[in-house]
């Protein structure tokens, strides 16, 4: 009778180790949160949850050494007050010493001794062992998870009016249910103590943790709040800085199937360290075609070139769902970051059919005149190219908008992980 | 003390206390009666489930002028759970109740004076005890504060009672706030009456505790 008795958890199958078998009565499955039964022998279900349990400062299962006693740590409440926040409870067990508390509330911990002999009743205070305990405020406290072993009956969502009687650094506790009335002895202990004890997780080592959250009871709303700002000052930054504004257009004529050629679109002065240039391109008559746009701004002091690259593309067809069309028949590139001075917007453009470019024949009839003969249409080997018309915009300034989705994710990535997070936790 | 042999298995059935006349063979889980040295088997007794408690079989207790040690045990299983109450008898044949329920331990020995009080009179006819009752004894006041039907879960050693499955009782647990207790317990035999005090293990200042495989027994304790 001295091997630890195992239990199957009837929820998720996980075979869960009793560590203090004959005393424990509720069980909360470490590996699915499920709350179950053990009083009897047939393992009952009390209720079923499909999520493991959210971490806790010190995991069930840890032992160390307190007040000279070697202590496992087999159970691990969450609980949950209105006034006071979150805390989180540890069920200690020692099989020759029974059963004590470690309560972890912000950044401060407790160590409790439940009361063999009851305090004596007062109008504001009570009396133990000669000493006296001023009434304190009175909370209603909530289970919110179970993990581990307990030798009561619990589960999520029990309630219990707790009344706290202090002197000095000392509390009495007393946590009323319908059924029983429990005391508790509360000494306050030192971080370092409990982290010389069990492997506390780091993240509650000395945190400053949300400590009886009285005033600021939920600062989420708060957080959206300021995303939202940071996002449209980031919005309005953005929009201030890619000015000022100025502006060249011109129009190409491009024929379908022609090599690529290449086209000066004009002119831009870049006023600012470093500026946005956006050069929007529009084509009317095209179907079926696409546009390939190099663009080269060089810079006319340095003779470097900053290249982008832009498509318009544009088709329409009929299958058995019925018309349909793909593309548009515009592209704005943007180029980010372009150094003071003034640039030459070059383009080298080729416009291409789909499924298959006309054939196009080109002869050079004198240096700078060119001839283009097309035998798409057979019918009319004589018929003159196809060309489409593409009016070009480049202007200084711009607004990313990638930039701008990109930062309001991140900046709405956090709250909404915490939203995501608490409602997680409260279902 | 003459030796007997278990009438089912014959392994030998130690004889801790001849004043009693129920024992569980440790080996074959017979409930065995004995009466003027002859032994009788009167059923089987259901095994005892594990436990990690620290006290055993030949466990002493030392308490407010109480030195016994324990020679059986009862496992009460309940709606919500199950504790142990280990049967001690003192050398000088007294024998005592040790409660043991959430790590701590109840001691008591048997004031059957508490009986003809009126609440308990009435609990003892068959009917049942109200919630906060409250009774006088041994010169204090006790309030009932739990009340527990419970069915045997099994024992071991040498007891007062048939432990045999389907022996139930009814436990009435009073309490005050010195930490004094006062259970009362009605069976198929009748119904007794036992006053103590509360205790932690080591202020019953134990002997001979088992030892629990992967705890090292405190040195106050050992």
Redesign the interface.
């Known amino acids: 009778m001295t091997q630890p008795r195992a239990v199957i958890c009837p929820s998720c199958g996980g075979s869960i180790e009793i560590r203090a078998a004959g005393y424990t009565v509720t069980l909360g499955c470490r590996y699915c949160g499920s709350v179950l039964d053990v009083a009897h022998e047939d393992v009952r279900l009390i209720k079923a949850y499909r999520r493991a349990v959210k971490n806790f400062a010190i995991a069930p299962g840890a032992r160390g050494t307190l007040f000279d006693v070697e202590w496992e740590v087999i159970g691990a409440l969450r609980r949950r007050s209105a006034e006071s926040g979150d805390w989180q409870e540890f069920l200690l067990f020692n099989p020759y010493s029974g059963y004590r508390w470690l309560v972890l509330a912000g950044a401060e911990w407790q160590f409790g001794t439940m009361l063999l002999d009851r305090p004596e009743n007062g109008p504001r205070s009570v009396s133990w062992r000669g000493g006296d305990y001023l009434r304190g405020d009175s909370e209603t406290a909530t289970t919110v998870t179970v993990l581990g072993e307990f030798y009561w009956k619990i589960a999520r969502g029990d309630e219990a009016r707790a009344t706290a009687y202090t002197r000095g650094a000392e509390v009495l506790s007393c946590e009323s249910t319908a059924d029983e009335t429990n005391w508790t002895q509360l000494i306050p202990l030192d971080d370092s103590a409990v982290s010389a004890a069990f492997a506390v997780e780091r993240k509650f080592v000395g945190a400053p943790q949300r400590r009886a959250r009285r005033n600021d009871t939920d600062d989420l709303p708060m957080m959206f709040l300021f995303a939202l700002i940071a996002l449209l000052a980031v919005g309005l930054v953005q929009e201030l800085v890619s000015r000022p504004r100025v502006c060249t257009e011109s129009t190409s004529e491009i024929i379908v199937g022609a090599p690529s050629f290449t086209t000066r679109i004009g002119t831009l002065e870049v006023r600012r360290a470093y500026q946005f240039v956006t050069i929007s391109a529009v084509s009317s008559n095209i179907n079926n075609r696409w546009i390939d746009l190099d663009y080269s701004l060089v810079n006319r002091q340095t003779q470097q070139s900053i290249d982008a690259y832009g498509l318009i593309e544009y088709y329409t067809g009929t299958d058995s769902d019925g018309p349909w069309t793909e593309g548009s028949t515009g592209a704005e590139t943007l180029i980010a970051s372009v150094p003071r001075g003034t640039y030459d917007i070059y383009l080298d453009g080729g416009a291409h059919g789909w499924p298959n470019d006309p054939s196009v024949t080109v002869k050079q009839v004198k240096p700078d005149e060119w001839t283009v003969q097309t035998s798409a249409d057979a019918e009319n080997p004589w018929a003159p190219p196809e060309k489409v018309t593409v009016w070009f915009t480049a202007c200084t300034g711009g607004f990313s908008w990638g930039m701008f989705w990109l930062i309001g994710f991140l900046l709405f990535a956090v709250p909404g992980a915490m939203l995501w997070w608490r409602h997680r936790e409260d279902d | 003390m003459e030796s007997l042999t278990c009438p089912s298995c014959g392994a030998a059935l130690p004889v801790r206390d001849p004043g009693l006349p129920y024992s569980t063979c440790a080996y074959c889980q017979t409930l065995v009666r004995r009466a003027e040295g002859t032994v009788e088997a009167v059923g089987t007794v259901a095994v ?7 006290i055993q079989i030949s466990t002493t207790v030392n308490r407010d002028g109480i030195a016994a040690t324990v020679v059986g045990r009862v496992r009460w ?1 309940w ?4 504790w ?1 109450e280990w049967f001690l008898r003192a050398a000088d044949g007294r024998v005592f109740w040790l409660g043991e ?4 331990y109840m001691l008591t020995c048997e004031y059957p004076a508490v009986l003809d009080v009126p609440g308990i009179r009435n609990f003892a006819e068959g009917n049942p005890m109200a919630r906060d009752c409250t009774v006088k004894a041994g010169g204090k006041w006790f309030t009932a ?2 009340i527990k039907d419970a069915a045997c879960l099994g024992s071991e050693g040498d007891l007062p009672f048939p432990t045999l499955p389907g022996w139930t009782m009814t436990n009435v647990d009073f ?5 004094d207790a006062l259970s009362v317990q009605r069976d198929a035999q009748g119904t007794t009456a036992w006053l103590g005090a ?5 202020g019953l200042a134990p002997g001979n ?10 040195r106050a ?1 050992a």
């Not at chain 2, 005892?48 to 620290?54: E, N, Y």
């Not at chain 2, 329920?101 to 701590?104: E, K, L, V």
């Open positions: 005892l489930p594990a436990d990690v408690s620290p299983g709606s919500d759970g199950s142990n329920a959430m790590g701590m504060t739990d309490r005050n706030a010195a930490g509360w205790s932690d293990l080591a505790l088992r030892q629990i495989e992967g705890w090292t027994m405190p304790l």
